[in-house]
């Protein structure tokens, strides 16, 4: 499954990288993290692991951040994975004629279990 998202956040490009690259702001914008913890590199840096632990709902899970690219302020790419799901998300960042930042989201899923995969057929 694959699908991109836009958003215009009413912030300068340099403002909005400085927040994003924040660890301690990532409470404000994915809903349920419980916590994280830096696995290994240099954070933020290609190959850096995060684990990511959340609760939505009743339903808890544990994500593990890759930084596969970083060009900041222009463009990151990291992968996520999780039992049965792998996603790779690549995120691109402007400068809009107002002043503004736009972000462009790119994921894709990929099923790493016979039971995801099926559901996704679906």
């Known amino acids: 499954?694959?699908?991109t998202s836009e958003i215009i956040i009413e912030l300068s490009l340099s403002a909005?990288?400085?927040?994003?690259?924040?660890?301690?702001?990532?409470?404000?914008?994915?809903?349920?993290?419980?916590?994280?913890?830096?696995?290994?590199?240099v954070p933020?840096?290609?190959?850096?692991?995060?684990?990511?632990?959340?609760?939505?709902?009743?339903r808890e899970m544990t994500l593990i951040e890759t930084i596969t690219f970083n060009n900041l302020p222009d463009e990151i790419h990291m992968t996520y994975d999780t039992k049965g799901l792998h996603n790779?998300?690549?995120?691109?960042?402007?400068?809009?004629?107002?002043?503004?930042?736009?972000?462009?989201?790119?994921n894709e899923f990929l099923p790493t279990s016979f039971m995801l995969w099926m559901m996704t057929l679906l």
Do not use: A, R, V
Not at 18 to 39: A, F, I, R, T, V
Not at 44 to 58: A, D, P, R, T
Not at 92 to 104: A, L, Q, R, V
């Open 16 to 41: 909005c990288i400085k927040k994003l690259d924040n660890s301690e702001n990532m409470k404000y914008w994915q809903n349920g993290l419980l916590s994280y913890e830096y696995l290994s590199g």
């Open 1 to 3: 499954m694959k699908y």
């Open 88 to 106: 790779i998300q690549k995120n691109y960042f402007s400068t809009t004629p107002e002043g503004h930042t736009k972000w462009i989201c790119k």
């Open 44 to 58: 933020g840096e290609l190959g850096s692991k995060m684990e990511l632990n959340y609760k939505i709902g009743k």
